[in-house]
Every structure is written in structure tokens, then in C-alpha cells.
């Protein structure tokens, strides 16, 4: 699975990291901030 990545150029390999790294981080991200947002809400309209 990681083949083809080792046989194209540096360039590409590092952009597709970072990309990589953003993908596996963005449903930690979302999810933390749809958690937030559900609890200010909560917050605001049970007061």
C-alpha cells in the first residue's frame, strides 16, 4: 500500500503526507467542535 508512494518524488510524497495527516485529523476536529456547539447550545437555551 505504500509502494507507490515511495516511487513518486519527494514533492508529491509531501503534500500527500500533510493531506494524509489532515484527513485523520479532521473528524477528530469536527467532532470536537460539533460537541462544543451542542453544548453551548444546551448551555444558552436551558438557562
Do not use: D
Not at 500500500?1 to 514533492?11: A, K
Not at 494524509?20 to 479532521?26: G, I, P, S
Not at 462544543?36 to 437555551?45: C, M, N, P
Request: glycine share 6%.
Amino acid at each position: 500500500m505504500l509502494l507507490p508512494f515511495l516511487r513518486w518524488p519527494s514533492r508529491y510524497h509531501r503534500r500527500l503526507g500533510r493531506l494524509r495527516w489532515v484527513a485523520l485529523f479532521a473528524p477528530f476536529i469536527l467532532l470536537s467542535g460539533y460537541i462544543v456547539y451542542g453544548f453551548v447550545w444546551l448551555r444558552r437555551h436551558s438557562v
